[in-house]
């Protein structure tokens, strides 16, 4: 399972976005999360259509997108959809 989650500098809601993800992590300790900022990876933001931040996505193991959240989901929001990525 992976995790593709774009954050920013100066997102407020991307440290309760890291959160959500830190609390998934312990959960799933085989769950793999890169962290994109969009300033520092804009061709893999414009690539995956980020538009806001926080994002995360959620993909499969041939990396097709199963879920993707604008903000900040909850811990079981995210945990169905990994659960849906298996």
Do not use: W
């Not at 976005?17 to 933001?45: M, S, T």
Request: proline share 6%; net charge negative; glycine share 6%.
């Amino acid at each position: 399972m992976h995790v593709d989650f774009y954050s920013s500098s100066f997102c407020a809601p991307c440290a309760a976005a890291r959160g959500v993800l830190d609390e998934a992590g312990k959960l799933l300790p085989q769950l793999e999360i890169v962290e994109r900022n969009v300033a520092q990876h804009p061709d893999a933001a414009d690539a995956d259509r980020i538009g806001s931040t926080p994002t995360m996505i959620v993909r499969s193991s041939d990396g097709a997108e199963v879920y993707r959240a604008e903000g900040v989901p909850s811990v079981n929001q995210l945990m169905v959809a990994l659960a849906r990525a298996v």
